[in-house]
């Protein structure tokens, strides 16, 4: 069944069209997650995503993303049909932070050479100088946007950093380049709250210093209420509350949870 | 004294040549992650290329090139069976070194073992000739000495490269690689392809040396080269101004050191393969235990994983 989309604004910058998933397919524990489902991201918008286990939110990421094929239907973005792209493919234009820290950084390689790699995203890794040092004052001067004292700290292993240290630089690398969506894929799900405070602010002032669209899910709900300009909830692979704008600022946080443990209590969780 | 001194050039002849080799298992073992068994074959393919190319009248330099070529292949082949048919990362090294020994074959005509005494080799021309003629049997040990250092510093400049910061990133961080745009999957089958070039020029220079190619010299060189590798890292792991390249060098030198110990102490040479797998449980097991106390030093990749 066609869901009832919020008309977007301008030429949306995604499009999931007509999109059947099924996991387990043939298998006893066969789930069929989205039937036809539709999803339009408009350009510039910051979409937060919750839902409860199993609603399907965080397989949207992986479509996009293009870590999980669809079964049908097709997904474009920017005009382009991204359907049959590899991940790696898709890297180049967007941008993933992930729930694990570790996942977003590479633990052996220091700070700077982390940098160094993002910076040449999507360009040829071929036998030129690894760190090209003319650009660590660039470096160092995007770290210090975080406030963490990173920038000094160039030279030690990111493997050693905080969790919530890991997240900062994360979402720094995977904004290095120019990109046209940046996925948030529960990123302050394993910080502690203050950490996830932090991370959540660096978030809001890197996503409107860029103007990158995002997408972020969370299971926090107060972080959706209180980021971005659209809210979506899921439910068994269906969306039960789109909100945007005004509609969205006059959300109280209330009647969120309230909607949220309705459906929770349907799935017995 | 004289005995002494015997023993000490070979271990460091030895050392040196099967340093290159270590050089080659770092890169795969430590870097990639990646447990690689085609070492076993691709050492016998250097030597035989070797063998066959100066037989028949070739450069000894354009020899140490083709054999390197030769176990890049190999490398590849593990890499594509890996990568491209999803075979699991033990088994597609076996079944490249099982396929190599038929290749070898072919290489030295159906010969178990081929000498080429009295020909062109970089042992005894060139460099390596006036070496040999000034410093006799010292000459070999600085001309193995050279070429591994040359090895080292080589892969030392190319891992610091874009590419070798992302085959670097491959092996701790797969969706790394991925996120920025690039297929670990091709940077794994790069990382074989020097991991067994590199095995392959060591089984080159050491066919050079001994001027003989012998086909069943690859069994156990995968041990005594993760042993070597493993060693190193235990021993001289946290002296910071030693790269893992020489670490793993130097470990080959304790290594071939225990087994020349145990031969001199009258051990039957039918019982080497045997210290060789023992000698590496022991070096696996301390530096576990040594990895241990320093838990704190923050990698996610298990050291002695295999």
């Not at chain 2, 701790?172 to 095995?199: E, W, Y």
Request: glycine content about 10%; hydrophobic content about 45%.
């Amino acid at each position: 069944m066609a869901q009832q989309l919020t008309a977007p604004a301008s030429e949306p910058l995604v499009r999931m069209e007509h999109i059947d998933k099924t996991f387990n397919a043939g298998s006893v524990n066969e789930v069929v997650l989205f039937q036809d489902f539709n999803l339009q991201i408009a350009r510039g918008s910051f979409v937060t995503v919750v839902g409860s286990n199993g609603s399907g939110k965080t397989t949207i990421l992986n479509l996009l993303c293009g870590s999980l094929p669809v079964d049908s239907g097709s997904i474009y973005m920017n005009h382009r049909d991204i359907t049959k792209m590899k991940e790696y493919e898709r890297s180049r234009f967007v941008g993933r932070v992930f729930q694990d820290p570790a996942a977003g950084t590479c633990p052996s390689l220091t700070i700077l050479e982390n940098m160094a790699l993002a910076d040449k995203k999507g360009g040829h890794f071929l036998l030129q100088p690894g760190v090209e040092r003319k650009r660590t004052a660039y470096y160092q001067e995007q770290l210090s946007q975080l406030h963490m004292g990173l920038e000094d700290k160039l030279g030690i292993q990111v493997g050693s950093l905080s969790g919530g240290q890991r997240q900062a630089l994360a979402l720094l690398i995977a904004t290095m380049t120019p990109i046209e969506l940046l996925i948030l894929d529960e990123h302050t799900a394993a910080l502690d709250p203050r950490s996830s405070e932090t991370v959540m602010q660096i978030t809001r002032h890197v996503v409107e210093e860029k103007k990158i669209t995002a997408l972020m899910v969370t299971h926090n709900l107060k972080f959706a209420a209180d980021y971005g300009d659209r809210l979506i909830m899921m439910h068994r692979g269906q969306m039960v509350l789109d909100m945007v704008g005004a509609e969205k600022d006059n959300l109280e946080i209330r009647s969120l949870t309230d909607k949220f443990n309705e459906i929770s209590i349907e799935d017995g969780n | 004294m004289d005995i002494f001194l015997g023993l000490l050039q070979v271990i460091l002849r030895e050392g040196f040549i099967y340093g290159i080799m270590a050089v080659g298992v770092y890169i795969t073992y430590k870097v990639l992650d990646f447990p690689d068994l085609t070492v076993d074959g691709s050492f016998p393919l250097g030597m035989c290329t070797a063998a066959a190319l100066i037989s028949a009248g070739v450069n000894p330099w354009l020899a140490c090139l083709v054999s390197f070529a030769a176990g890049a292949a190999a490398g590849a082949v593990t890499g594509l069976l890996h990568v491209k048919l999803h075979i699991t990362d033990l088994l597609s090294g076996i079944l490249v070194m099982t396929a190599l020994y038929s290749v070898n074959m072919v290489i030295t005509m159906d010969r178990g073992v081929v000498p080429f005494y009295d020909l062109p080799t970089i042992f005894n021309s060139g460099l390596g000739g006036a070496l040999h003629t000034t410093l006799d049997q010292w000459g070999w040990v600085l001309m193995a000495l050279i070429v591994c250092m040359v090895v080292k510093l080589l892969v030392d400049l190319y891992l610091k490269t874009r590419s070798g910061l992302l085959l670097r990133a491959s092996g701790s961080n797969a969706q790394f690689v991925i996120s920025q745009g690039k297929n670990p999957g091709t940077m794994k089958i790069l990382g074989l392809m020097i991991g067994n070039g590199l095995t392959a020029l060591s089984g080159c220079v050491l066919a050079q040396q001994k001027e003989s190619a012998d086909i069943a010299s690859g069994t156990g060189m995968v041990v005594m080269s993760l042993a070597a590798v493993i060693i190193g890292e235990a021993v001289l792991g946290r002296v910071k101004w030693m790269k893992p390249t020489l670490t793993a060098i130097i470990g080959m030198i304790l290594y071939r050191t225990c087994l020349t110990a145990a031969m001199q102490m009258g051990m039957d040479t039918n019982y080497l393969k045997m210290l060789m797998s023992i000698i590496f449980v022991a070096a696996l097991v301390a530096s576990r235990a040594a990895s241990g106390r320093g838990k704190h030093n923050g990698t996610a990749v298990d050291r002695t994983r295999i």
